[in-house]
């Protein structure tokens, strides 16, 4: 198994997690912005990694200490970091959840990668988490993040109207996010797309 690094980029380091965490038997799956710097190729830069688990504190202890992390939250909050590499990994209790949408894990996506195995959500799971963000915070940031990742991956146009739709927000709000994911769009012929859809 791969070892954390100095060098270790945030692609290595989440599926180190992910490949260990699954090797103890632990359902998580990557989400928020960690997902989008991997599917934005570091566009985004996030500083954390939140793996969504059911599993306990004291179950994703073990399997993050013997990589080398530290726990550094509260005694109930699942935070850990790591001596060598900048980012910290968050486990926030299941469900999956974008606005109303509850999926599982084996409805999101694995990658493998040179590092290991990783669980995450996929692209338009991902556009959908940070765009449900926006909505529930007005945040500007978590749209531009939508943006982003949809910008640079295939997603499903047709899930995310009927998302937009069952969040109750209006065909007007989901053309001016179409419009600016095809304004942010690198050229067509050098997407380099992680994954579709």
Request: hydrophobic share 40%; proline share 5%.
């Amino acid at each position: 198994m791969s070892e954390i690094k100095p060098k270790s980029t945030l692609q290595d380091v989440a599926a180190i997690v992910s490949s260990s965490l699954e090797q103890a038997g632990i359902a998580a799956t990557l989400s928020g912005g960690a997902a989008v710097s991997i599917y934005s190729d570091n566009q985004y830069q996030s500083k954390d990694l939140n793996f969504v688990t059911a599993a306990m504190l004291a179950d994703v202890s073990p399997v993050l200490g013997a990589l080398g992390f530290v726990h550094t939250g509260v005694p109930r909050i699942a935070q850990f970091s790591h001596p060598l590499v900048e980012w910290y990994v968050e486990f926030p209790a299941t469900p999956i959840s974008f606005g109303h949408l509850y999926v599982t894990h084996e409805q999101c996506a694995i990658i493998e990668l040179p590092a290991g195995r990783l669980r995450i959500v996929t692209p338009t799971q991902s556009v959908m988490d940070r765009l449900a963000a926006a909505i529930s915070w007005n945040d500007a940031q978590s749209r531009e993040q939508a943006v982003l990742v949809a910008a640079n991956q295939e997603i499903d146009w047709k899930e995310l109207r009927r998302w937009y739709e069952n969040e109750g927000e209006t065909d007007e709000d989901f053309k001016r996010f179409h419009t600016a994911v095809e304004l942010a769009r690198p050229e067509r012929n050098e997407a380099n797309p992680v994954m579709s859809k």
